[in-house]
């Protein structure tokens, strides 16, 4: 089956859905976006998004390739992000985005579960450092990029972390009967 991504804005939650999506036996893939930053940012010369937003970019693009490989190997598997994150972030920073991220794009599950940032948990840091209204703008970029890409949108209400998995879980198996 093809991935299932969960996207939206920095600070929703995804990483605890996500983990906790894990925990009940689904395959799960972290986002690989936070993984580089944290990486290049310990190399001298280290590849960021806020110094080199199109390279980093491509960094991202052969991770997040590599992750949906390794996720179609599998029954079921959720991705924390995913191919088309980039076209939105390229998008943010005005940047040309190459057909490569658009093709790569391609062969996820057609619904994409997206998480609004939520002031509640919202904390900047060294890996994220946009306020929160940045952080809701690239939501909306988020969601309309995906759509544009073809993709079936599905907001994930605010919830406590039972409540989100049990609304990821009926509704993705309902539209699988």
């Known amino acids: 089956m093809q991935p299932i991504i969960i996207t939206g804005g920095p600070g929703a939650g995804k990483t605890t859905l996500l983990n906790a999506l894990g925990e009940q036996g689904y395959a799960t893939f972290a986002e690989g976006s936070r993984t580089l930053i944290e990486q290049q940012s310990r190399l001298k010369d280290g590849v960021l998004p806020w110094t080199d937003l199109p390279r980093f970019a491509q960094l991202c693009l052969d991770l997040m390739a590599e992750q ?39 062969g996820y599950h057609r619904q994409v579960f997206a998480c609004a940032p939520e002031a509640s948990i919202y904390v900047q840091d060294e890996v994220r450092p946009h306020s929160f209204e940045e952080a809701q703008h690239i939501h909306q970029l988020l969601v309309e990029s995906y759509t544009e890409l073809g993709y079936q949108v599905v907001d994930v209400p605010w919830g406590s972390v039972t409540e989100r998995v049990a609304f990821i879980r009926e509704h993705w198996l309902a539209k699988q009967c």
Do not use: T
């Not at 190997?73 to 943010?92: E, G, S, T």
């Not at 005005?94 to 658009?102: L, T």
């Open 68 to 106: 949906k490989r390794r996720a179609l190997d599998h029954q079921v598997a959720f991705m924390d992000r995913a191919i088309p994150d980039i076209v939105a972030y390229l998008r943010v920073g005005g940047c040309e985005v190459p057909q490569a991220f658009i093709s790569g794009s391609a």
